[in-house]
């Protein structure tokens, strides 16, 4: 087995979370021997995030999808993130807040969990007034949190461990482009990603009724 960053490599690590007797969790209450949460921050691509909550959901493996509304990439509010919104809830995931510090504003489209976009040691941790945060202690412990930035697992990769059952519980943040656009380093991934959006704006253009010819 290959620790590739692609979807193959990604349907491995939930079988490897199930082979070991892990069950999927929510950060709706304390985590408790045998969890995973399984966190995606959706920097970029809500096409990506839907692509791996469809995966996620054939494989009976509910996640929470933090979503911008602060994005430069997507709009949260337009009908296509209406559409990815309503997806992913029908999918049976959660959806937090990726939140811009100091602003976590939730409304009705979030359950009651942020985490902060690009976070400082100074208040990634830090309480957050009526909600959950997925990086505050009891989430974020030693030995326990693994997290796939920019295509690099810093303590490695999980999948044996979880096989082997030696986390006590683990919280695994992915970001969706890594896996679902292909790239072995960072800069191809992320061509391929802007490859694929180009793709969309066309359409988008078309849709506007933009003459091309």
Do not use: K
């Not at 021997?33 to 509910?62: F, K, M, Q």
């Not at 007034?129 to 974020?140: I, K, L, T, V």
């Amino acid at each position: 087995m290959t620790c590739a960053f692609d979807l193959d490599h990604y349907r491995e690590l939930l079988g490897a979370a199930r082979a070991g007797g892990y069950r999927f969790a929510f950060f709706d209450r304390d985590p408790r021997p045998g969890d995973v949460l399984l966190r995606h921050d959706v920097d970029l691509s809500l096409e990506a995030a839907v692509e791996l909550a469809e995966l996620e959901a054939g494989l009976e493996a509910p996640a929470t999808y933090f979503l911008m509304t602060e994005s430069v990439f997507y709009n949260l509010s337009s009908r296509v993130g209406e559409r990815a919104l309503e997806r992913l809830r029908a999918l049976g995931h959660r959806v937090g807040l990726h939140a811009v510090y100091p602003r976590a504003e939730l409304d009705g489209r979030f359950d009651r969990v942020v985490a902060w976009h690009n976070p400082e040691p100074a208040f990634m941790t830090a309480a957050v007034d009526g909600a959950a945060n997925a990086m505050e202690p009891r989430f974020f412990a030693p030995g326990r949190y693994r997290s796939d930035s920019n295509q690099h697992w810093r303590e490695g990769c999980p999948h044996e461990a979880l096989a082997r059952g030696e986390f006590e519980w683990l919280q695994v943040l992915t970001h969706p482009e890594i896996w679902v656009y292909p790239g072995a380093t960072m800069r191809e991934t992320m061509l391929a990603l802007l490859e694929a959006d180009r793709s969309r704006r066309l359409e988008h253009l078309a849709a506007d009724r933009i003459d091309l010819t």
